[in-house]
């Protein structure tokens, strides 16, 4: 099991950036495919973006794609999902996700580690 704590949430205005971190100092983070999911109050867990071990291939959701960028780096263990043009309909808390078994994962049930989650809250 890998440990992963995010950081980087916070209160924005729409149409703001946010860089969020997911970091494992302790775990070779290398050996897992990774993802950011998000869950508003009241909604499941939605998938964001995900990325395979290498960083070279990537996921996004409809939602966010061409706003959000996903990037990893191994050698920091430490995977980011910078976040631009930020909406309203953004916020949520946000989840960074770990898993060994599919090179690109998007479903909840295929992740195995979970962090705690960071806040992201949009204001108009």
């Known amino acids: 099991q890998v440990l992963l704590e995010e950081s980087g949430g916070g209160l924005v205005q729409a149409g703001g950036s946010l860089r969020l971190s997911c970091a494992a100092p302790?775990?070779?983070?290398?050996?897992?495919?990774l993802g950011w999911f998000r869950q508003a109050p009241g909604k499941g867990r939605e998938i964001v973006a995900a990325?395979?071990?290498?960083?070279?291939?990537?996921h996004y959701a409809s939602s966010v794609k061409g706003r959000f960028t996903i990037s990893r780096d191994n050698y920091e263990n430490t995977m980011y999902l910078q976040m631009s043009f930020l909406q309203p309909e953004d916020t949520a808390r946000y989840y960074c996700?770990?898993?060994?078994?599919?090179?690109?994962?998007?479903?909840?049930?295929?992740?195995?580690?979970w962090g705690q989650g960071t806040q992201v809250t949009v204001s108009s």
């Open positions: 996700a770990a898993q060994l078994r599919y090179p690109l994962a998007t479903m909840e049930k295929s992740y195995d580690n």
């Open positions: 302790h775990h070779t983070l290398s050996n897992y495919g």
């Open positions: 990325i395979n071990k290498s960083g070279g291939m990537t």
